[in-house]
């Protein structure tokens, strides 16, 4: 299981993000985040688990144990990568209750430098973030 | 480099000028614009068109019985008189606004097909179409029991025009096809197609949305049916496409959508439409698009076009010969007849990854599959980084595009 969630917290990542003063850090340390998450293996990188974006692909495998959600993702970029963690650190580990009231916006908007990226349509990261919204409804 | 000798005819810089959308920093950067396969910049006479004729002559065309009316109509039918002509239609009639190349293939798709397709009938399009060339076709397909099937595309990204002919016989009701293709730039024989299609009587529609801005299409001499693009590849604004067909056929295809303007008389006892070109273009128009489109019309043929050609022809070349000489550097689409588009991957790398790095450095490209998963399907590729150029484009932007790829290239690979 990935440590991001639980050591690496939310907070953890905009604390960081805002010390750097140009964009090769920010995106050097995104990259560096993705390469943190754990790939999922071929048999997880399935049609199911698959959340479709035109330009990239990503992967999400969810479990529910204990009262609380875990998650893994994977994607074929690396910065979409480094952005799965982000919102990972953000959800894994979280109770649904927690999942549902956090508030990604502003979150995305804390990060100042992933605000064009959480955008894009085409990277699927609001496309995962809504899986895990629907995945915290049903539990 | 030996194609200096090309560029120095035509001079990119004045025509720079001419662009204030140009001339902007980007994350820090000047802009270097390489995305004008997904829509090209507008020059300032088009933004001062559609300015004027909203502060001096808005209204709504064909109907007041007022000044402003009548030269809101006359400019409007001015451009489509100015739209004949670029493209060599025979007579303005055959020119039908609609909202973009897309909306122009679903007319034809839906009037055209619903009317002429039946069971067993056959569709071919281009395994490189764009899905706005592919998806119209199969939905009316199975509406009506027609077969949509592809020809196929070869390892350079080129149609194999003897796979072609072989696909064709007397079920063959439609062949739709790309003149240049959007993911690669590829040149398409449409003459050849139209010509081998009209064999076994088949029409041809034929997808100029690429064409159009780079070099003068004459849709008599290529003899297709139906000739579709979009304003805004063409230095005109969005939100506005045309349709050009062979007059027999659009007088008798239905109704697209219907309304007013479409109308000849409307009583409950039933209605008669009206004649071409308004029997296809429901509602109050695009007119200031259409008036943009116009000023486009006339920016382009003030240029020396032959000359902007050659310039795009040279900045390729220079850009292929630069990618090459760069190691980890894959073109992808490498056929013999292209429009300056260049689409390649750099190894160990994804695209969405490469361009998002490249506009960070104020590099504007597209990256993805450039909706043509098929074609992307059968490479066995995610996508491409594609770097698109327009006449308005530079050695020096070409330089930037690399030098962006190779600060890319350290964080990637």
Not at chain 1, 88 to 116: C, I, M, R, W
Not at chain 2, 46 to 62: L, T
Not at chain 2, 199 to 218: C, E, K, M, Y
Not at chain 2, 235 to 250: D, E, I, N, R
């Amino acid at each position: 299981m990935s440590r991001f969630g639980t050591e690496i917290t939310s907070d953890d990542i905009v604390d960081t993000l805002s010390f750097f003063d140009n964009w090769e850090d920010r995106y050097k340390y995104i990259i560096d985040l993705g390469k943190e998450l754990p790939p999922l293996n071929d048999e997880s990188r399935n049609e199911t688990n698959l959340v479709r974006g035109c330009q990239s692909q990503v992967w999400l495998v969810s479990e529910a144990r204990d009262g609380k959600l875990f998650f893994e993702a994977d994607s074929d970029a690396f910065i979409v990568k480094g952005l799965l963690a982000v919102v990972l650190a953000a959800y894994n580990g979280k109770t649904p209750e927690q999942v549902t009231a956090f508030d990604v916006e502003g979150y995305f908007s804390a990060l100042n430098l992933l605000k064009h990226l959480s955008v894009t349509r085409g990277n699927g990261l609001r496309a995962m973030v809504k899986r895990i919204q629907d995945t915290a409804a049903a539990n | 480099m030996s194609n200096q000798s090309n560029t120095a005819t035509f001079d990119a810089e004045r025509v720079r000028a001419d662009f204030p959308i140009l001339h902007q920093d980007v994350n820090g950067h000047p802009l270097v614009y390489l995305d004008n396969a997904a829509t090209t910049q507008k020059p300032r006479a088009v933004i001062q068109a559609i300015v004027d004729y909203y502060e001096q002559d808005n209204s709504n065309v064909h109907r007041g019985a007022h000044a402003l009316a009548d030269r809101a109509t006359e400019k409007f039918e001015g451009a489509r008189v100015k739209v004949a002509g670029f493209i060599n239609a025979a007579e303005p009639r055959q020119i039908i606004w609609t909202r973009g190349t897309t909306e122009g293939i679903n007319l034809v798709a839906s009037s055209w097909g619903r009317a002429n397709l039946s069971s067993g009938d056959r569709i071919l399009v281009s395994a490189m179409e764009h899905h706005s060339n592919i998806v119209p076709w199969q939905l009316i397909a199975a509406e009506k029991g027609a077969v949509v099937e592809s020809i196929p595309v070869n390892a350079e990204g080129a149609i194999d025009l003897a796979a072609f002919e072989s696909m064709l016989d007397d079920r063959v009701k439609m062949v739709a096809c790309g003149h240049v293709s959007n993911a690669f730039g590829t040149v398409n024989p449409v003459q050849d197609i139209a010509r081998l299609a009209q064999g076994v009587g088949a029409l041809t529609l034929i997808d100029g949305a690429q064409a159009v801005g780079h070099w003068p299409v004459d849709v008599q001499a290529l003899d297709c049916d139906f000739y579709v693009f979009s304003a805004h590849k063409l230095f005109g604004p969005t939100g506005l496409g045309v349709l050009y067909g062979k007059t027999a056929l659009l007088e008798a295809m239905p109704p697209y959508q219907s309304g007013g303007e479409m109308i000849e008389s409307v009583s409950f006892d039933g209605t008669t439409f009206n004649q071409l070109p308004y029997k296809f273009e429901a509602g109050t128009p695009d007119i200031a698009g259409v008036i943009g489109l116009g000023a486009a019309i006339d920016y382009v043929q003030g240029l020396d076009r032959d000359g902007a050609a050659k310039h795009e022809a040279a900045l390729l070349a220079y850009a292929e010969e630069r990618a090459k000489a760069t190691p980890g550097i894959r073109l992808v689409g490498t056929a013999a007849n292209k429009t300056s588009v260049m689409s390649f991957l750099l190894e160990g790398a994804h695209p969405n990854d490469v361009g998002l790095l490249l506009d960070q450095q104020g590099v504007a490209v597209r990256t993805g599959n450039h909706c043509a998963q098929p074609i992307m399907e059968q490479f066995g590729i995610p996508g491409t980084v594609r770097a698109s150029f327009s006449f308005y484009n530079t050695r020096a932007d070409v330089d930037r595009l690399f030098e962006a790829l190779d600060k890319a290239r350290q964080f990637l690979v």
